[in-house]
């Protein structure tokens, strides 16, 4: 059973950072691509970064610079930190999977929920 529990997440102000885990069980973690994506209340969910099994990263255009993906294929674990917060960043984050450039597991975990805000 494919299970992701994300944490880390929290308020904070603007300018401040965070860092954010998401654990993975029931899958190959090392084959596996995984990624960020986030909600924000009234939008669809959005990829913010990933990382393919080769460690490739990618960034979509609005946290370039300031955010960084990593994974740890040893403890099945992938992480966002975030750093230079900003109130659009307000969200809540999850994580997913994909093997090589197929389409993202449907599959959800709970998230972690993330508020920047003075």
């Known amino acids: 059973q494919v299970q992701f529990v994300e944490s880390g997440g929290g308020l904070v102000q603007p300018g401040g950072s965070l860092r954010l885990s998401c654990a993975a069980s029931?899958?190959?973690?090392?084959?596996?691509?995984m990624g960020w994506f986030r909600q924000a209340p009234g939008k669809q969910r959005e990829l913010v970064a990933s990382?393919?099994?080769?460690?490739?990263?990618s960034y979509r255009d609005f946290v370039k610079g300031r955010f960084t993906i990593s994974r740890d294929n040893a403890k099945n674990t992938v992480y966002l930190q975030m750093n230079i917060l900003k109130p659009e960043d307000t969200a809540v984050y999850y994580c997913?999977?994909?093997?090589?450039?197929?389409?993202?597991?449907?599959?959800w975990g709970q998230g972690t929920q993330v508020t920047v805000s003075s």
């Open positions: 029931g899958i190959i973690f090392s084959g596996y691509g």
């Open positions: 990382i393919g099994s080769d460690g490739i990263t």
């Open positions: 997913n999977a994909r093997v090589a450039a197929s389409i993202w597991l449907d599959f």
